[in-house]
């Protein structure tokens, strides 16, 4: 790869994480074990829940959520349609590579509320009672029952060593992407030429991404050349996300018609994601501004 091309993402991982990963290695303990109740521990002292559980992924920890509600075929759970299509309206963490926080994949239920913590944690393994991954243990037992059709639904330790390291650097890393996103603000807020989010003042953003919206009347290109344009002089840039109701699956087996979504179907071909993680040095800060700025002007009607 072109050693001047800026990718859109880059995990942000030390060498003391590594390290981590390589004691996990050298324990004989791979998949779910000490490391990630440690790390469930430690997740619900710093978000101030009552249990934390972790799960293999955000998709899976909200399905663990709605099954624990109790939620059926026929019920209705309203959800935005500018989102992945994994998203529904829980409150579940997602330790993705691109998020603040990354196990690589991954996800954690917070709960306050015991019964539904108790069911998300034996549904996350086939449904077995009792705590099913000490079985393998000098503290466990073999003997196991399955008390409800489960999931396999579990994080590993590998998952729990990136997240124990991770955990102890989240605040550093969100003010990396706080001071960025700072600086995108700063340079683009008077450009006419595209439209900034908006963060209200008793909100904090964690700036996983920070989304750009091209005011596509007042240039002479569209989204896709606008971005190939950006590629060709070595930025990458994503697009974040493509509304649920146009994705084939879902407008097919739900008859969803763009005209029902006005808002989404207005933002969506104008919008873009920046780069913004924290290995970016403000030379790469500056580097995007800069492109992106010329890129805009040149293409400007």
């Known amino acids: 790869m072109n050693k001047d091309f800026l990718l859109f993402h880059k995990p942000f991982i030390s060498e003391e994480e590594i390290n981590e990963i390589d ?3 050298r324990s004989g303990w791979l998949s779910m074990g000490p490391k990630t109740i ?3 521990e430690e997740f619900t002292n710093y978000i101030g829940s009552n249990r934390s559980i972790a799960i293999n992924s955000w998709t899976a920890a ?4 709605l099954e624990a509600f109790g939620i059926n075929r026929g019920d209705e759970v309203i959800v935005p349609t500018m989102t992945f ?4 309206e ?9 998020k603040t926080l990354s196990t690589g994949e991954g996800g954690m239920i917070c709960t306050n509320n015991e019964n539904i913590a108790d069911r998300c944690k034996i549904m996350r393994l086939h449904g077995i ?7 393998y243990s000098e503290a466990g037992s073999w003997y196991y029952e399955v008390v409800a059709l489960g999931f396999k639904y579990n994080f590993t330790d590998f998952q729990g060593s990136l997240g124990l390291l991770q955990l102890k650097e989240v605040d550093f890393m969100w003010g990396c992407r706080k001071k960025i996103a700072c600086l995108y603000t700063e340079a683009f807020k008077n450009n006419e030429l595209i439209e900034l989010q908006t963060i209200k003042s008793d909100r904090e953003s964690s700036w996983h991404l920070y989304p750009i919206r091209l005011n596509l009347e007042k240039l002479k290109i569209n989204r896709s050349q606008f971005i190939e344009d950006l590629k060709n002089l070595n930025v990458e840039v994503g697009v974040q996300f493509m509304p649920v109701n146009q994705h084939m699956y879902y407008k097919n087996e739900f008859n969803l018609s763009d005209k029902n979504y006005p808002v989404a179907s207005n933002i969506f071909p104008r919008l873009i994601s920046l780069p913004i993680y924290p290995g970016m040095s403000n030379e790469h800060v500056n580097k995007v501004i800069n492109i992106v ?3 805009l002007n040149k293409n400007k009607r």
């Open 85 to 88: 299509p994994a998203t529904t």
């Open 38 to 40: 440690r790390f469930e």
């Open 90 to 98: 829980i409150v579940c963490f997602s330790f993705y590579a691109t």
């Open 62 to 65: 909200g399905h663990l959520t």
């Open 293 to 295: 700025s010329d890129t």
């Open 23 to 25: 004691d996990t290695v």
């Open 129 to 135: 009672n009792r705590n099913a991954w000490k079985r």
